[in-house]
Each structure stands twice: as structure tokens, then as C-alpha cells.
């Protein structure tokens, strides 16, 4: 496996250090909605890399290696030595189609030596935890899925995915990995605390939250966060959700806001927020979220501890928005975290998203996060 590292920027164009272009297998890239919406950086990309598979979206700030970039594109071109791809897409126009969406790309995907999935999704659009159940329900909870909601920094206006086709909203993109070769690692981690108490979801229908211990969600948040409710969604992301089920309090999720509703008094989140299950507020610290990020860099690079690598490896973080708009420039600190725990020689590549998708670290089965760093790492077999 060789990896080579590309960017863009508007002064200069694209930097490309790779050699033979035409060898690349898989190009992946994350961008700003407007450096992406006009569609000519793919265009560009598909005639540096004509027999590729290509995969972007855009994002909330793109991560090259240790750095945060918002104007810029960063991204991989990858040739594999005994690694198959397929890659395909699928509309997702509204959430109500997120679980039929997820099926339909999973039995695209599902052939024997299926080793794991990367997936881009709509992030405005998509009930992120319906998708991943979809794709669960075709190819079984088995094969590792990892990937992320394409964002649109703190705007939440309009979300683009690119899947061998010019970036557009309303889309779902995956590739799947095949053969025994591949070898795939994956961690996710948050590290926020939480505060107030604890309250029943007694109301709710998928991702729409509705009441909160019989209150109306709205009113709780617009109490607690004051005047930065005025700035909901986006002060939302500062404000998580943590939720789990009674019966398996180990097995908890975090859920951060994507809409509200302020004649229901409702919430749209990015995933399902079950009825009958616990929720509680969460806050951020920075060094908290440093080392969640690290924890996370460390779940994915064990599973590669024991594996014989030959060639290159690559890193591709994926981290909530919501962490950013906490951190500001302290942001750094968790790149600076993970880049310790995978290793400076590795290229890391990423974006800031509105959900992450990864397995879960209890369960081992795939879910739909939020405000967590998710790290998915590349590699085959000597």
C-alpha cells in the first residue's frame, strides 16, 4: 500500500507530491462547502486520477496531520497492493429514507472477502443512526463501518458529498475493502463531563427529540444555555446530549443538535434519541477532550500492533464540529494527541464533521456518534 498526500489551496492550486498518478486506486478529500460547490476541485481530481475511485465531502475544517485548515483541501491518493474496491452512492433526500438508504448501500457492498466499510453521508439530511443500521442490516454487524456526516462549519446550511461525481447535497457515499490483505483499525473517545441531572426521554420519534421528563427539550436547553440559546443549533454543539438505556447503562451514546423546532418546542439531532432512555447535558474541557482524542488514536493503532505491515499507513480522523467550536485554537491539542498515539511517519488526514461513525467500544458493533474523535486506520499485510 503506498499513500500520497495532496492539498489545494486558491493561490497556489493543487501541491501534488505523488509520482505515477494513474497507479492511485482510491482518492479521498475534504473540503469547505464553497471551495467544493462549484465542482470544478473534483473535476480536477478525476483527471489527476484517472482510473480512481473518488470519495470526499465537505466539512467543518479539514485536518492535515497536525494542522486545521478551513480554505484549503486536503487529500490522499492510496494504491493498493492486494486490495479490491467498490465504491457506490445513494440519494438520501430525508431522514425518513436514512435506513433505506443504508440498505440499499450495504447490499451494494455485501460480496464474500467484504473486510470493511468507509462511508460519507449528507449531514443535514440524514438520521445518521438509521443509515448505519441500514447498512448493518445488509452486510451484518461484523464488518467494521467507519466514516462521518459531511458538515458545513458552524452554518448548517447545505452539506455536500462527492462519490465519483461532482460534490452534491442530498447523497451517501461508501467504499468497501476486500480481500484478506486489508487490514483495517478503528477507535472512537469523547472526553466531556456531565452535568445536571438526569432526565427520561418521554418523548421522541427518531431523531426528533420532543420532551425531556415530560418538559419540551427546547425549554430545558433555552434554560440552561441562557443567552447562547439565541445562537441554536450551533450553541447546541457546546451543549451534547449523553443518552443510554437503563437496562445497559455501559453502553451510552452522545448526541448533539442539528435543528430545533421552536413552535413544536422540538430537536432534530443527529441520531435516534430512544424513548424510555436516560439523558443528560455534557460539557467539554479541554484537557479532557486532548485525551479522548488520544484514547481514540490508541484504539485504532493496537489493532494494527500484532499485523505485519508492508508499505505505507494512513490515519483518517474524524472529529465532531462541535469540539472545534469548544476548543478554538486549542484544537491542536487533540491532532497533537492523536498524531502521538499513531505516529508522526503516518499520514493523518481528516475533517470536522456533524456525526462520526464507528464501532462502538463496548459493543464492537457500529453506531452513529457524536462529539467523539473516530479514528479509522489503513493498512495491509506485509
Keep these: 500500500?503506498?499513500?500520497?498526500?495532496?492539498?489545494?489551496?486558491?493561490?497556489?492550486?493543487?501541491?501534488?507530491?505523488?509520482?505515477?498518478?494513474?497507479?492511485?486506486?482510491?482518492?479521498?478529500?475534504?473540503?469547505?462547502?464553497?471551495s467544493l460547490a462549484c465542482g470544478v476541485r473534483y473535476r480536477e481530481l478525476r483527471a489527476m486520477f484517472?482510473?480512481?475511485?473518488?470519495?470526499?465531502?465537505?466539512?467543518?475544517g479539514q485536518i492535515h496531520n497536525d494542522d486545521v485548515s478551513d480554505h484549503e483541501i486536503a487529500a490522499v491518493s492510496i494504491s493498493f497492493d492486494a486490495t479490491s474496491l467498490c465504491l457506490t452512492r445513494e440519494p438520501a433526500t430525508s431522514s425518513e429514507y436514512s435506513r433505506t438508504c443504508g440498505e440499499a448501500i450495504g447490499r451494494q457492498l455485501s460480496a464474500p472477502g467484504l473486510a470493511g466499510i468507509f462511508v460519507l453521508s449528507d449531514g443535514l439530511s440524514v438520521n445518521g443512526s438509521e443509515l448505519v443500521s441500514g447498512i448493518l442490516h445488509s452486510v451484518g454487524n461484523r464488518v467494521p463501518v467507519t466514516g462521518g456526516l459531511a458538515g458545513?462549519?458552524?452554518?448548517?446550511?447545505?452539506?455536500?458529498?462527492?462519490?465519483?461525481c461532482a460534490p452534491q447535497k442530498h447523497l451517501v457515499g461508501a467504499v468497501g475493502f476486500y480481500g484478506s490483505a486489508i487490514r483495517i483499525g478503528h477507535g472512537s473517545a469523547g472526553g466531556w463531563d456531565e452535568f445536571g441531572p438526569r432526565r427520561q426521554v418521554t418523548r421522541s420519534r427518531g431523531n426528533v427529540l420532543f420532551e425531556l421528563d415530560g418538559e419540551p427539550a427546547l425549554?430545558?436547553?433555552?434554560?440552561?444555555?441562557?443567552?447562547?440559546?439565541?445562537?441554536?443549533?450551533?450553541?447546541?454543539?457546546?451543549?451534547?446530549?449523553?443518552?443510554?438505556?437503563?437496562?445497559?447503562?455501559?453502553?451510552?451514546?452522545?448526541?448533539t443538535v442539528l435543528a430545533v423546532d421552536h413552535e413544536r418546542r422540538s430537536m432534530t439531532f443527529a441520531g435516534d434519541v430512544p424513548e424510555g432512555w436516560t439523558a443528560q447535558l455534557m460539557r467539554g474541557v479541554f484537557d479532557r477532550l486532548a485525551t479522548g482524542a488520544a484514547m481514540a488514536a490508541r484504539q485504532a493503532t493496537d489493532s494494527l500492533a500484532a499485523t505485519a505491515v508492508g508499505g505505507d499507513r494512513?490515519?483518517?480522523?474524524?472529529?465532531?464540529?462541535?469540539?472545534?467550536?469548544?476548543?478554538?485554537?486549542?484544537?491542536?491539542?487533540?491532532l497533537e494527541a492523536a498524531g502521538a498515539e499513531i505516529g508522526l511517519q503516518v499520514p493523518r488526514l481528516g475533517f470536522y464533521s456533524y456525526g462520526e461513525i464507528a464501532p462502538h467500544r463496548v459493543s464492537g458493533v457500529c453506531e452513529l456518534h457524536n462529539q467523539t474523535m473516530t479514528v479509522t486506520t489503513l493498512a495491509e499485510a506485509a
Design 152 to 164: 458545513d462549519g458552524a452554518e448548517f446550511r447545505e452539506t455536500l458529498v462527492s462519490a465519483d
Design 50 to 60: 484517472p482510473s480512481a475511485s473518488i470519495l470526499g465531502c465537505s466539512t467543518g
Design 314 to 334: 494512513l490515519a483518517i480522523l474524524v472529529s465532531c464540529i462541535g469540539r472545534r467550536l469548544l476548543m478554538g485554537q486549542h484544537i491542536v491539542n487533540e
Design 1 to 34: 500500500m503506498h499513500v500520497d498526500q495532496l492539498a489545494w489551496s486558491e493561490g497556489a492550486g493543487w501541491a501534488v507530491t505523488a509520482g505515477d498518478l494513474s497507479s492511485a486506486d482510491l482518492v479521498v478529500f475534504f473540503g469547505s462547502r464553497r
Design 219 to 255: 425549554d430545558l436547553y433555552e434554560r440552561y444555555l441562557g443567552e447562547e440559546a439565541k445562537a441554536l443549533p450551533g450553541s447546541g454543539l457546546l451543549f451534547p446530549l449523553r443518552i443510554f438505556n437503563p437496562a445497559h447503562r455501559e453502553h451510552d451514546i452522545v448526541r
